[in-house]
């Protein structure tokens, strides 16, 4: 079912079946103020003077109208007391849940003072509640479930609490904000559902396909690299991963040309493995299942090429997505194989489970033999990353610190935490090997780090910057507008990032 979110100048009712209000602390403790009818205003208040609701972030109170009113419930929302960015795409979640408690398919929303005049832009604020309610929605659907039975909310209209100055402004910039917000949220969505596919149901060369057809909806332009062109250039990382699986690997190429006499390419490198059992180096069993989320990096690709392709921005970009499934047999690559890159690099393998690495060192040389002249490379690298951050923020590593503020600006402007990890040197000579250029281990010790620093080591001095989505990608319980499954992320922060005026 589409979604359809509108802005209304005037707050009317008419057939919402309930109504969203959102509220602050301050402006709960006003005695006088009218928020929607009398009755349940004050019953509103009731629960404030209990503890019960307080108008603090991820507070939400519902109300029957029982007749009172011609919506059938009321839900206020706080918001807290300064509302950035993140505290309104937090709200919108808040209020998705609830709606979707109340399965309410039309609702109204109405905006506080706080917001209307607030120091947000109407379209950032628009675009972040519509991200929020978009987002927290939608949710993973089991492979045997139709469709139709995903709850899907018709119909939103925004509409302000409070008198404007400028009304018709705030209306048309708010138009837009809801507009960016729904192409972001689509291509965040894309991400999450390619992600949640089961691993017999995505391999490499489905994942090709699904590029090729992106490519055919937005007219990029599109390679798709099989197995023997992949020897033919050399591509010994993602030839080795791939070889124990009868799925032959890919490689795929997105082009995007926003700005042909522009000399700076962009390129989005993010790692497609398919499903990852370790190899030889076999995973525990345990939990094993979430190995679908190996392609993590290259469903954000994915997606935000899928943002890029409606909004056209005047940037020209290189998508890279080195696909392939890691599997166990009499063909698969061992520990103590010596694999040639594409750049030349010869690699000790000393643990098949470090196979990421190998790929997007054959994904950053494609894109660089491409025209790419900056490079963020997305991965669900290490386990590590876990241990060192949590599921709370995505682990970054560069070579450029330029290049990586870009990437800090980006993250606080979506809303998906980065933070930089050390890339001392003497990390790097936990990659030495005696019997090649780099080991594609340097053991347990940073493993985020020298994760990272490996895949580095192919940028051929570029800027260049490595995302760590282990922690974030995939999630065994749902917060705010990340569900339980995939969570899309980094699909938002790309596009903050290739788009930064």
């Known amino acids: 079912m589409s979604t359809s979110f509108t802005y209304e100048t005037t707050a009317s009712a008419g057939s919402a079946e309930a109504i969203v209000r959102l509220i602050s602390p301050s402006e709960l403790k006003d005695q006088a103020a009218q928020w929607v009818q009398p009755q349940i205003d004050n019953a509103l208040r009731a629960a404030q003077t209990k503890g019960l609701f307080r108008g603090e972030l991820e507070q939400a109170e519902t109300f029957a109208t029982l007749g009172l009113h011609s919506a059938n419930h009321i839900v206020f929302v706080g918001i807290g007391e300064e509302a950035g960015l993140d505290e309104l795409r937090l709200a919108g979640a808040v209020a998705a849940k609830a709606i979707m408690k109340l399965k309410a398919q039309s609702v109204q929303l109405l905006l506080p003072q706080s917001i209307l005049a607030g120091k947000l832009s109407p379209g950032a604020a628009a675009q972040a509640l519509t991200e929020g309610l978009r987002l927290a929605v939608h949710d993973r659907l089991p492979e045997l479930r139709n469709e139709k039975q995903r709850y899907s909310l018709a119909k939103l209209t ?65 390679e798709i690299i099989d197995e023997w062109t992949a020897l033919e250039q050399g591509m010994g990382g993602l030839l080795a991963v791939g070889q124990g699986s009868v799925h032959p690997p890919r490689m795929i190429v997105l082009h995007y040309k926003g700005a042909p006499d522009d000399a700076e390419t962009w390129g989005l490198i993010g790692k497609g493995i398919t499903f990852d059992t370790g190899g030889i180096s076999l995973k525990k069993a345990a939990g094993m299942e979430e ?66 690495r190998l790929v997007l060192g054959d994904g950053l040389t494609t894109a660089i033999r491409r025209g790419a002249t900056k490079l963020v490379d997305i991965a669900t690298l290490t386990g590590a990353v876990l241990a060192a951050l949590g599921i709370e923020a995505t682990g970054a590593i560069t070579n450029n610190e330029a290049l990586m503020e870009q990437v800090k600006r980006a993250s606080e402007r979506s809303g998906e935490r980065v933070w930089q990890l050390p890339a001392y040197p003497e990390y790097k000579k936990q990659l030495n090997s005696d019997a090649a250029d780099l080991k594609n281990s340097g053991g347990r010790y940073a493993g985020t780090i020298t994760g990272g620093l490996f895949v580095g080591a192919f940028a051929e001095d570029l800027p260049w910057v490595h995302l760590d989505i282990a922690g974030t990608a995939f999630l065994d319980r749902s917060r705010g507008w990340e569900p339980k499954g995939a969570t899309g992320v980094m699909v938002r922060t790309l596009v903050e990032l290739v788009t930064e005026n």
């Open 291 to 356: 190995m679908i989320s190996d392609m993590g990096g290259a469903a954000a690709v994915l997606g935000a090429m899928r943002v890029i392709g409606e909004l056209k921005p005047s940037v020209n970009i290189i998508a890279v997505v080195p696909t392939a499934e890691n599997m166990p047999s009499d063909r698969a690559f061992k520990p103590g194989d010596i694999i040639k890159m594409m750049n030349g690099l010869t690699v000790e393998v000393v643990n098949t489970d470090a196979e990421g």
């Open 158 to 222: 925004f509409a302000p609490a409070a008198e404007l100055a400028d009304p018709e402004s705030f209306a048309r910039q708010w138009a837009n904000g809801i507009a960016l917000g729904h192409t972001v949220a689509d291509g965040v969505i894309a991400a999450r559902d390619l992600t949640n596919m089961a691993g017999n149901r995505l391999l490499p060369e489905g994942l090709a396909t699904y590029a090729e057809d992106l490519a055919r909806e937005y007219d990029l332009d599109i």
